[in-house]
């Protein structure tokens, strides 16, 4: 039985909580296949304990993680470094078998252990679409205008991870942000007529975000979190967790170099879809959902820092 199968064997064993070594492949007993490691398939081997941990690496449902284990056969506790795969992910057991079996492979071992993240982008280039992973630019686009808002309106609440209306809110203000990797294209996309839709008394703005992949410098998701306040990080963090992004993610490493933001008031002259766009204030029957582009190159913008600096404080 080769090392793949073995894996799925444990794994589908269904008591909760045993441990069941990996002997055909390791005569010492060094790799372990956990099958409920808080609640999640896992696979590991015992690396000890290091000054510095090893951090931790995340992407969609996959966890590698270096962390304190006591397996049966052993009297103390000892540090494994172990990959794991989210319980809700179960269905892809298969895929996940092949990665774990590679995990803990002797062949390869010292340079894993030597550089974690490396081994996994790898693999996640060539597990292509079986994983969804989130798109790092719009998001990284919203913290850079957040973290610009919030030095001035304290107040200010980033709601574009949980699906607001507008990414970024306060008493009486909204921005939605639209980010983008292209240098020359200024069309975005709204998704709905309640996006840019105006509340009686509020000023809604779209801030156009353009940025380049930069892989030696730039801004991400990491840098820019370090630059708040440490009492503001539990709050990003919920919000990068709704993302999809959890703390120790490799895409919140990826780098962007920011080129330029636009700052545009959604006014009278902004072209827009609205609920009153349509007979009854409501979309025709059997339409479900509608999403429509905008071209911004011709519509008026704001200077950004002008924008910026002045929001009240």
């Known amino acids: ?79 494994f470094l172990v990959i794991k795969l989210d319980s809700k992910l179960s269905v892809l057991r298969d895929t996940f078998a092949l990665l774990a079996s590679e995990f803990i492979s002797r062949e390869q071992r010292e340079a894993l252990v030597a550089d ?48 607001g209306t507008c990414d970024i809110r306060w008493s009486g203000f909204g921005i939605e942000v639209k980010s983008t990797v292209s240098r020359y294209d200024s069309t975005i996309t709204v998704h709905g007529e309640f996006q840019l839709k105006l509340e009686e008394g509020e000023e809604v703005f779209v801030a156009h975000v353009r940025f380049e992949p930069s892989p030696t410098d730039g801004l991400s998701i990491d840098t820019l979190v370090s630059g708040f306040s ?28 920011l080129l330029d933001v636009s700052i545009l008031p959604v006014d009278a002259d902004f072209p827009r879809i609205e609920p009153q766009s349509f007979r ?21 913008t704001i200077d950004y820092d002008t924008f910026i600096s002045s929001l009240r404080k």
């Not at 045993?18 to 690396?47: H, N, Q, T």
């Not at 994983?131 to 610009?148: D, R, S």
């Not at 503001?232 to 703390?247: F, I, M, N, T, V």
């Open 116 to 163: 974690p993240e490396k081994w996994l982008k790898t693999w996640k280039l060539l597990l292509g679409n079986a994983y969804h992973e989130p798109t790092v630019y719009p998001v990284l686009g919203e913290l850079v205008i957040y973290q610009a808002v919030e030095k001035q309106i304290k107040q200010a609440e980033w709601l574009g991870p949980f699906g």
């Open 280 to 300: 009854n204030g409501k979309l025709p029957d059997g339409v479900n959902q509608v999403s429509y582009q905008v071209d911004l190159s011709n519509l008026k």
């Open 230 to 257: 440490e009492d503001k990080h539990a709050y990003l963090e919920d919000r990068l967790d709704a993302a999809g992004l959890p703390a120790g993610s490799y895409d919140r490493k990826r780098a962007f170099r």
């Open 1 to 79: 039985m080769n090392i793949r199968n073995q894996l799925l064997k444990v794994w589908n064993n269904k008591e909760t909580g045993s441990y069941r070594d990996i002997a055909y492949y390791f005569s010492d007993a060094d790799a372990w296949a956990f099958p409920r490691l808080e609640g999640a398939m896992a696979a590991g081997f015992a690396v000890g304990e290091r000054n510095p941990p090893i951090a931790p690496v995340r992407f969609h449902g996959i966890e590698m993680i270096h962390q304190l284990i006591r397996v049966e056969t052993a009297s103390e506790p000892d540090w």
